[in-house]
């Protein structure tokens, strides 16, 4: 360049040229899509991160497949670990709530050291303090605030047994609040002149992935204590249809879906919209037969254990449809019987596979933006826990979001929730709720300051909560009034 300058100030006349060559050779250096300030940034980064070339195939599956071609070994490998992890996925599913919440805990976790790991490669070559601490210190806070609440919500009869655990349920959000406020004082202070603006792209970067990530995962949780099938089928479906979508895709993929994804054909999305949904009706009528998988998950105080056993709603119950009839001359039937969730799950499954394909492409577009193939190499073939994990993750907020608009406010009247949220400072801690005969309120006792009601049930019909009565199967926890489905 310093040679360039010099010439450029002995030979005026030929300014242009040189410039115009120069700028050529950077276009040319530029990736396609690339602007002046995705350069900028480049550099500043230090650049990206290397491409993956390894190969992570088990060596056993090398051996069996190593006379086949590249396209048809990556099929088998693909094939052989998604019926692995189907497989492990059955057996956490056996082995109860408890174990699903520490699985959905160490996928959070595993995903978010993903895509920190992809960050904090970029900012090490800086040697800036803190990055990952501060991350990993984040982590720690929101996982603190968002499961507190969950213990709060779900655990409040053994929360109010135990007095260390009341005093952090009374002052749970002022302790999240000051864990988080250490970790910005601490962001604050290690600052570096020079690179104000890579550490702030890096704390932005740490939150981002912290709503990506845990507050979704929590979102999970949430749906698993509406009730496993809540929580298995939706996860299935997204399952289902990346399969089905890869085997369209495979066999009679031709036209180009877009252009994050090159591999992604329209014959695979829309082989895997039917298929998902013919398998999300299977699947929910299944389901829907097995209280173990409709009834919500609660805590019993008794046995310090979850239980999963209730009277099912209507929302499992076998109901006789009428066909429309344009379909009538088709199926030759008038009437179909079939359970209420299993409409509910044609909006799971189509938004599993219309929508939710959505959130891996944009995981696709965030890889192509700092030229990975894959966010780790934990699975074969699969790539990372995240690459995997991506469209579930925007699926557990569609699920969370339907749960609360369209099944647990639809069954009842909203005077009821007037009626319950008369008193806000009561808490009613109960098992069951029954069906009403006629309504004779009784008086309940409270039990010291804790807050419990104590007591009977009104007359076989409706729960008490202060002053105010919550009429047939109506279960109210203030002040979140959250309301099992199954108990609507």
């Given at each position: 360049?310093?040679?360039?300058?010099?010439?450029?100030?002995?030979?005026?006349?030929?300014?242009?040229?040189?410039?115009?060559?120069?700028?050529?050779?950077?276009?040319?250096?530029?990736?396609?899509?690339?602007?002046?300030s995705?350069?900028?940034?480049?550099?500043e980064?230090?650049?990206?991160?290397p491409?993956?070339?390894?190969?992570?195939?088990?060596?056993?599956?090398?051996?069996?497949?190593?006379n086949?071609?590249?396209?048809?070994?990556?099929w088998?490998?693909?094939?052989?670990?998604?019926l692995?992890?189907?497989?492990?996925f059955?057996?956490?599913?056996?082995?109860?709530?408890?174990?699903?919440?520490?699985?959905?805990?160490?996928?959070?976790?595993?995903?978010?050291?993903?895509?920190?790991?992809?960050?904090?490669?970029v900012?090490?070559?800086?040697?800036?303090?803190?990055?990952?601490?501060?991350?990993?210190?984040?982590?720690?806070?929101?996982?603190?605030?968002?499961?507190?609440?969950?213990?709060?919500?779900?655990?409040?009869?053994?929360?109010?047994?135990?007095?260390?655990?009341?005093?952090?349920s009374k002052?749970?959000?002022?302790?999240?609040?000051?864990?988080?406020?250490?970790?910005?004082?601490?962001?604050v202070?290690?600052?570096?002149?020079?690179?104000?603006?890579?550490?702030?792209?890096?704390?932005?970067?740490?939150?981002?992935t912290?709503?990506?990530?845990?507050?979704?995962?929590?979102?999970?949780?949430?749906?698993?204590?509406?009730?496993?099938i809540w929580?298995?089928?939706?996860?299935?479906c997204?399952?289902?249809?990346?399969?089905?979508a890869?085997?369209?895709?495979?066999?009679?993929?031709?036209?180009?879906?877009?252009?994050?994804?090159?591999?992604?054909?329209?014959?695979?999305f829309?082989?895997?919209?039917?298929a998902t949904?013919?398998f999300?009706?299977?699947?929910?009528?299944?389901?829907?037969g097995?209280?173990?998988?409709?009834?919500?998950?609660?805590?019993?105080?008794?046995?310090?254990?979850?239980t999963?056993d209730?009277?099912?709603?209507?929302?499992?119950?076998?109901q006789?449809?009428?066909?429309?009839?344009?379909?009538?001359?088709?199926?030759?039937?008038?009437?179909?019987?079939m359970?209420?969730?299993?409409?509910?799950?044609?909006?799971?499954s189509?938004?599993?596979?219309?929508?939710?394909?959505?959130?891996?492409?944009?995981?696709?577009?965030?890889?192509?933006?700092?030229?990975?193939?894959?966010f780790?190499?934990?699975?074969?073939?699969?790539?990372?826990?995240?690459?995997?994990?991506?469209?579930?993750?925007?699926?557990?907020?569609?699920?969370?979001?339907?749960?609360?608009?369209?099944?647990?406010?639809?069954?009842?009247?909203?005077?009821?929730?007037?009626?319950?949220?008369?008193?806000?400072?009561?808490?009613?801690?109960?098992?069951?709720?029954?069906?009403?005969?006629?309504i004779?309120?009784?008086?309940y006792?409270?039990?010291?300051?804790?807050?419990?009601?104590?007591?009977?049930?009104?007359?076989e019909?409706?729960?008490?909560?202060?002053?105010?009565?919550?009429?047939?199967?109506?279960?109210?926890?203030?002040?979140l009034?959250?309301?099992?489905?199954?108990y609507?």
């Open positions: 360049m310093s040679e360039l300058r010099q010439r450029l100030g002995r030979e005026p006349g030929e300014a242009q040229e040189p410039e115009e060559k120069l700028q050529e050779s950077e276009s040319e250096n530029k990736l396609d899509g690339e602007t002046a995705d350069s900028e940034s480049k550099s980064f230090g650049g990206s991160p491409v993956p070339t390894s190969d992570d195939t088990p060596e056993v599956l090398n051996r069996a497949l190593s086949l071609s590249s396209r048809w070994k990556n088998w490998v693909r094939g052989i670990l998604t692995a992890m189907i497989t492990f059955f057996i956490i599913i056996y082995l109860g709530p408890m174990v699903l919440m520490m699985i959905v805990m160490c996928v959070q976790i595993k995903c978010f050291h993903e895509i920190i790991t992809i960050g904090y490669n900012y090490h070559s800086y040697d800036l303090p803190w990055f990952r601490t501060l991350s990993w210190y984040f982590l720690l806070c929101v996982n603190y605030f968002f499961y507190g609440e969950t213990v709060t919500d779900y655990f409040f009869t053994l929360v109010q047994r135990e007095e260390p655990l009341r005093i952090l002052y749970h959000r002022f302790i999240s609040f000051a864990l988080y406020l250490t970790g910005f004082c601490m962001f202070l290690s600052l570096v002149k020079k690179h104000y603006r890579l550490q702030f792209y890096m704390f932005g970067w740490t939150h981002v912290l709503l990506i990530v845990v507050t979704q995962s929590h979102l999970i949780i949430h749906n698993l204590f509406e009730g496993m929580f298995i089928v939706p996860i299935s997204v399952i289902c249809n990346d399969i089905m890869y085997m369209f895709g495979f066999f009679f993929g031709r036209t180009p879906l877009i252009k994050l994804s090159p591999k992604k054909t329209w014959e695979g829309i082989g895997g919209f039917f949904v013919l999300g009706l299977l699947l929910s009528y299944v389901m829907s097995y209280r173990c998988f409709t009834c919500p998950v609660e805590f019993n105080n008794d046995t310090n254990s979850f999963v209730c009277e099912p709603s209507e929302l499992f119950q076998l006789e449809y009428n066909i429309p009839l344009v379909l009538q001359s088709v199926v030759g039937w008038k009437t179909v019987r359970y209420p969730f299993q409409i509910h799950s044609i909006a799971l189509t938004f599993a596979s219309l929508i939710g394909p959505f959130g891996g492409f944009f995981a696709s577009g965030f890889k192509r933006a700092f030229k990975i193939k894959d780790a190499n934990t699975i074969p073939g699969h790539g990372g826990i995240m690459d995997r994990f991506d469209c579930q993750y925007l699926m557990a907020t569609f699920v969370n979001v339907y749960i609360a608009s369209f099944i647990r406010y639809q069954l009842f009247p909203s005077e009821v929730w007037g009626l319950c949220q008369v008193q806000m400072t009561y808490r009613l801690a109960i098992q069951d709720c029954w069906y009403p005969h006629e004779n309120i009784q008086k006792k409270t039990e010291g300051d804790s807050g419990v009601e104590q007591g009977k049930h009104v007359s019909g409706s729960c008490r909560v202060g002053n105010t009565t919550c009429f047939p199967k109506v279960c109210c926890f203030s002040p009034l959250h309301v099992p489905s199954a609507l």
